[in-house]
């Protein structure tokens, strides 16, 4: 291995994308960011404060606690099964009866852990013969209103766009992601061609299948996509493919990475991971001009179950230096959690999120108990809509200025705007309308639809999606607040996101916010909104 020193950018940049953990939601359930402890078999039924907790296979996720003191016999959850029906819990710990999802226990702010049972023990049934089993109904899709809608310039003129570049507070970091202007230093290229190697690598005693192909052509050609419409063509991805197997040294139990309350690339197991990796596949595969690598692990490998991502920011990563001279901007492994396909997750959403964390895109809500917004934004979830919100296209300059219709608030009496969807980039016209309330916050405007890219629920999710920025929250935080019509049902995904109320404005709903009133008028090929304000 070649290795050469180089002067890291500072510590400050390697712990802020160190605590940018992937989304990982149980199926179903609202529940932390955090990867899964591990799996708890309850043999009987029981009762815990009252609360029913059948026999069956639970995922345990931890939040500002560590695993260790959660699981095991003497752990946390196993004490908690042991008390009477209607004991309490121990001091300080409570329930979060009003937590939305799976049963969720804590003993303070951001510390506690939640159950979610994924494989109820059945019970037998006296009946001789077995049942055959029948599929439960499709429920009937909710349709909205539509109606005929050209587009047609705002009734009244834009302000200068540079005044709704809200600036960040309380956080001078240039360095890492940043939640408002002025953007982030991205560490690497988010425009123009890039090139990603996919490299598969096995094991002596773990083979990989011949066909991987099948399981991957899909994932590489939904991410190109996928940048290149988020993007409107700023950004396009290029694929070089490695087409035979790269075998690691060793077993592949000398790979294992432990479950832990720090799993990320603090973790030794998986620095030593990369470092055998890159070293194996330096020897073979031409690196000239690569900017990320995607290692994929045999189907069915058990080795790296949350996987594995870096980027330049870590020594490890930025000091290797390629036969050909060159650095890795990033490299990621997905692990047995991104191979769940059936519970609808992806490899491109996972490579995606962990590519904009470098370019300075911030994570919405870090660890913290999922809120029905968190669906709506990539930057949240890689499960649900699996969507670049509009402001944060803005501060990556993937959304062209003319793409933004700007005016404070202060200003407005009363204003009919139509959006083009964000998804179209066939059409000319504002896609995101950004309303300043303060120095601090801006109300902001735009046109959602579903996408091939989304899991969906059984509601058409298409209209306007009005929300609040607000600066004083930095990265990891709930920087977003949407502004929805009250009485909206919480809904579950088709995929293994946490179920979420739908935010979206229908054609005839109205929302007033701060006495801003918003009226979605017409909703077909565009949106039209009227805005008005006493």
């Known amino acids: 291995m070649r290795m050469r020193v180089r002067i890291a950018k500072g510590l400050l940049i390697a712990l802020v994308f160190a605590l940018i953990p992937i989304s990982n939601y149980s199926i179903n359930a609202a529940g932390p960011q955090t990867p899964s402890c591990g799996n708890y078999k309850v043999t009987t039924n029981k009762i815990i404060v009252g609360v029913k907790f059948p026999k069956g296979t639970y995922q345990i996720n931890a939040f500002g606690i560590s695993c260790t003191k959660v699981m095991g016999s003497k752990g946390l959850f196993a004490q908690f099964l042991k008390l009477k029906d209607k004991d309490p819990l121990p001091t300080p710990w409570i329930y979060l009866a009003d937590a939305i999802g799976a049963p969720k226990f804590s003993s303070g702010p951001g510390v506690g852990f939640r159950v979610q049972l994924i494989t109820p023990t059945p019970t037998p049934t006296p009946t001789p013969t077995p049942t055959p089993y029948l599929p439960p109904p499709t429920p009937t899709v909710s349709k909205q209103k539509t109606s005929l809608i050209t587009y047609i310039d705002p009734s009244v003129s834009s302000e200068n766009v540079e005044l709704c570049k809200i600036q960040q507070l309380n956080n001078d970091n240039l360095g890492g992601p940043r939640t ?25 005693d773990l083979p990989g299948e011949k066909e991987f192909n099948s399981r991957i052509d899909d994932q590489m050609a939904l991410a190109t996509e996928w940048a290149n419409i988020t ?48 070293v194996a596949a330096d020897k073979i595969v031409d690196f000239t001009g690569i900017q990320g690598i995607h290692f994929i692990l045999p189907k069915g490998q058990t080795i790296a179950v949350n996987g594995i991502k870096a980027g330049s920011w870590y020594p490890a990563v930025k000091d290797y230096i390629t036969n050909e001279g060159t650095s890795i901007d990033f490299f990621s492994i997905p692990g047995e959690f991104q191979d769940q396909v059936s519970q609808g997750r992806t490899y491109w959403s996972y490579w995606l999120y962990h590519y904009l964390s470098g370019l300075g895109n911030p994570k919405y809500g870090g660890s913290k108990i999922a809120t029905p917004f968190h669906t709506f934004l990539i ?127 229908h054609q005839g709903d109205k929302v007033t916010f701060e006495g801003i009133t918003i009226e979605l008028l017409l909703h077909g090929d565009f949106d039209r909104v009227r805005i008005t304000r006493p």
């Open 180 to 204: 408002g202007f002025p953007t982030s230093v991205p560490l690497y290229a988010g425009t123009g061609t890039v090139k990603w190697a996919l490299v598969p690598l096995d094991f002596v």
């Open 231 to 278: 993007s409107e063509g700023k950004l396009k991805i290029e694929w070089q493919v490695q087409k035979e197997w790269i075998r690691m040294p060793g077993v592949s139990k000398d790979y294992v990475i432990p479950v832990a309350s720090s799993n990320d690339f603090r973790q030794p197991e998986q620095v030593a991971f990369w470092q055998k990796a890159i």
């Open 379 to 505: 930057q949240g979830s890689t499960e649900g809509e699996r969507e670049l919100g509009g402001w944060n296209r803005f501060l990556l300059g993937w959304m062209s200025e003319n793409r933004v219709y700007c005016r404070q608030a202060s200003n407005i009496t009363s204003l009919d705007i139509t959006l083009v969807p964000l998804v179209d980039n066939k059409n000319q016209g504002i896609k995101l309308a950004v309303i300043p309330l303060s120095g601090s916050r801006a109300l902001i405007l735009e046109s959602r639809r579903v996408t091939k890219f989304a899991c969906t629920t059984y509601t058409e999710r298409n209209g306007v999606l009005a929300y609040v920025y607000d600066a004083k929250y930095g990265a990891t935080e709930e920087y977003f607040a949407a502004i929805s019509p009250p009485g909206r049902a919480i809904e579950s995904y088709s995929c293994a996101s946490s179920p979420s109320s739908d935010p979206l404005l």
